[in-house]
């Protein structure tokens, strides 16, 4: 009997997290109760992208998307649509604004996926990623064929180079000029090394292709072994995922087991080995450098460049090292050409990006948009604006390494070049979104916490330099801060940014900068008038109770410190003195009456 | 796999155990599928057609099941979409003639006049 439906449920991290697993299980079950376990099937898939609603089921061939669905769903599912065809329609998603809200819309035509380009997340998704068969029904594999059987691997490395690709890492040098670069002088062995250390925090595209789509990594850095005469590859993946490191292994096992990877590929003399090494989630271990002495057992530093890892690698052999997202461009642009691949992006970037969108934004999750797509687009067209009719603030791209761009550069086409123009950096692909609540001084205390712990301590700069800058945010925030305090954080973080050692350290100053150079106002406000305009800082603010107050006493029983006295129906009072600023008071006023000043 | 001949042999196989996940854009045959369609016997009439689109490669075919069309005496119904949207809405179907309109209709592009719902009903 032939399959007649098929169901997909999110297989992907933040839907795992919400029973996505049980709720395939609870699918498996139900069907077989129904007898159709010979018409239907379920499987769990990669991430889908719109983590916001997870967990996610896709009915296909109907194409319905499913939202927020439950465990205790699942029957209903099953009864009215899979056994009656009566779409759910109270499960079924509906887009934020109200003239398209009541709309139901097939998964291919709602808003966040109809204005995305998917090129590195082209079966993130679709297809079952622990089946072998599918990455090869959707082509796999093809692309390593192609070379291998029809192309020098200087033609391999020639497409690349004239695709225009460049790394998705963070500081996008063209990969095909990386793949130029290794040294051939002798014949000794070369690595490929595939970084998805993703440590950004807010940042999972690396997690979510590893997890929705392994084999394009493998396939990938099989062609680049092709290319530069290598026959050893690494995949350096945090064990901080699990789920990545499981699929990625097991695909690694199938293509193994199918001819894709060991001796004697596609019967051409081709050999090609390929491991996945664990790191222990220190951020430092994304720097390339770091990363190899990490690989080999050593303690994850960075060491001076020159010489590049082209020429003295892995091992002191010639190495090339593609983050996860450049590597799953690789076998499209293979079978495409590079002119498909020129076509799309702008003149200097070129192809798509994949961003995790986060912060204050409605649909939180991953999605990938041609280059040039401005920011406005991303974050209200596709992103669905800001929660709450919040006013949107600030948006952060590139992690601790990148910096705040503001409403006034909403329209800036999304590039390498315009980013980097703006004091930004394009980065690994996170970015956090933040709205009027969001304190800009905060925000960059916040990412400097981040690589103050994640400094290894090599270098003075980064060592000692961003904690003397931490010293002065704590400063400030704290209602302690002078004038002279903001010329000196400039300061210094010009300081830190042209002495360190590696990229950590070069680029962690870049969220302070830019937040001085956009909201500058706002570090006066600290400074001068001890106050955060945004009510964030605890030291800068107290909580008062409005007139708006209806006297029903939450506030006082949710005070820990008993800091709320009032009668019922009565307006209530706070006690500033004992008041410990824990915003319990706020969080549970169910009139908005209680501020912030 | 020791050659691209493998590797298509294992494409076009996948392929098609996936193709009900592509994007289509040729007829659509829904089969009703409430509980008057399903004692009527729409069941095998559903799975029949699957299997005939499935046997035949018709990969641009949609084949779906819907609730209550609102005939519920002249069960099983079929109704076939043409890739325009026009539809045709066939009634008291079984497998056998389930095969007549997959061939004459949606592979011929031919309407089958005889199973029309106009000639059920005055």
């Keep these: ?597 | 796999m020791k050659s691209l001949e493998d590797l298509k042999k294992i494409r076009e196989q996948a392929a098609k155990k996936m193709s009900i996940r592509d994007e289509k854009n040729g007829y659509r045959v829904v089969v009703g599928m409430a509980t008057c369609g399903i004692t009527a016997g729409a069941r095998p009439v559903l799975n029949r057609i699957v299997e005939l689109v499935a046997e035949k490669d018709l990969n641009n075919v949609t084949v779906t099941q819907v609730g209550c069309i609102g005939e519920c005496a002249l069960e099983p119904i079929v109704e076939v979409y043409d890739p325009q949207g026009n539809r045709s809405t066939y009634c008291l179907v079984d497998p056998k003639k389930a095969e007549k309109i997959v061939e004459q209709h949606v592979i011929g592009g031919k309407v089958v006049e005889e199973y029309l719902i106009e000639k059920f009903k005055k």
């Excluded at chain 1, 099937?41 to 896709?58: A, D, H, T, W, Y």
């Excluded at chain 1, 990455?135 to 690349?160: C, F, H, N, W």
């Excluded at chain 1, 250390?197 to 979510?208: S, T």
């Excluded at chain 1, 209806?550 to 006690?575: D, F, M, Q, V, Y």
């Design chain 1, 1 to 597: 009997m032939a399959i007649r439906t098929q169901v997909v449920v999110c297989g992907g991290t933040g839907c795992m997290s919400s029973h996505s697993k049980e709720i395939k299980e609870k699918f498996e079950e139900c069907i077989k109760e129904l007898g159709l376990e010979n018409e239907v099937v379920v499987f769990n898939s990669g991430c889908f992208g719109l983590c916001e609603r997870g967990p996610v089921v896709v009915v296909y061939p109907d194409d319905t998307f499913y939202a927020h669905v439950k465990v205790s769903d699942v029957e209903t599912i099953c009864k009215e649509h899979i056994l009656k065809g009566r779409v759910v329609e109270k499960l079924v998603y509906s887009e934020m604004t109200a003239e398209e809200k009541a709309k139901i819309k097939v998964f291919r035509e709602m808003n966040f996926y109809a204005r995305q380009e998917r090129i590195a997340l082209r079966n993130c998704g679709i297809i079952n990623p622990m089946d072998i068969d599918e990455y090869i029904g959707r082509s796999g594999y093809e692309a390593l064929g192609k070379v291998l059987t029809s192309m020098t691997p200087q033609e391999v490395i020639d497409e690349i180079l004239k695709s225009g690709l460049r790394g998705r890492g963070g500081a996008g040098f063209p990969t095909g000029r990386k793949w130029s670069l290794v040294d051939h002088s002798d014949n000794g062995p070369r690595y490929v090394i595939c970084n998805a250390d993703e440590g950004d925090p807010g940042a999972f595209m690396d997690r979510a292709v590893l997890e929705g789509d392994p084999h394009v990594v493998i396939e990938a850095m099989a062609i680049a072994g092709y290319a530069i005469g290598a026959n050893q590859g690494y995949v350096y993946v945090r064990a901080e995922y699990p789920l990545a490191v499981e699929r990625l292994n097991h695909a690694i096992k199938q293509a193994y087991e199918y001819g894709l990877l060991g001796d004697d590929i596609f019967g051409t003399g081709f050999s090609f080995n390929l491991e996945a090494r664990l790191g222990a989630g220190a951020f430092v271990c994304g720097e390339e450098t770091a990363l190899m002495a990490s690989i080999e057992g050593e303690r994850g530093m960075p060491r001076n460049k020159p010489p590049f890892p082209a020429v003295k690698g892995l091992w002191q052999r010639p190495t090339i090292i593609n983050n996860v997202e450049t590597l799953a461009n690789v076998p499209q642009i293979i079978l495409r050409g590079a002119e498909w691949f020129n076509t799309i992006g702008t003149e200097k970037s070129k192809g798509t990006k994949v961003f995790a969108l986060g912060g204050k934004i409605n649909n939180t999750g991953l999605l990938e948009v041609p280059m040039g797509t401005t920011l406005r687009e991303v974050i209200y067209d596709i992103g669905g604006g800001i929660p709450k009719g919040k006013q949107f603030k600030a948006v952060q791209t590139g992690g601790p390494s990148g910096g705040c761009l503001t409403a006034a550069h909403l329209d800036t086409p999304i590039d390498y070049d315009n980013l980097a123009a703006l004091g930004s950096i394009m980065g690994s692909g996170g970015m956090i979104v933040m709205d009027e609540d969001n304190c800009m001084v905060d925000v960059a205390k916040f990412f400097l916490e981040f690589t103050v712990d994640e400094s290894c301590g090599k270098c003075t700069p980064c060592r000692e330099g961003t904690r003397r800058m931490l010293e002065i945010l704590n400063k400030i925030v704290d209602g302690k801060g002078e004038m002279k305090d903001l010329t000196e954080l400039k300061d210094l973080a010009e300081f830190i940014k042209g002495s360190s050692l590696c990229g950590l350290g070069q680029t962690a100053p870049n969220p302070v900068l830019s937040t001085l150079n956009n909201f500058y106002d706002e570090y006066v406000a600290h400074v001068v008038d001890k106050k955060c305009p945004a009510g964030v800082c605890k030291n800068l603010i107290k909580y008062y109770v409005t007139d708006k107050c209806i006297g029903c006493g939450k506030c006082k029983r949710n005070c820990p410190a008993s800091a709320i006295t009032g009668e019922l129906k009565a307006k209530h009072e706070i006690n500033t003195s004992i008041c410990i600023k824990c915003g319990a008071c706020k969080t549970n006023c169910p009139v908005g009456a209680i501020i912030t000043k």
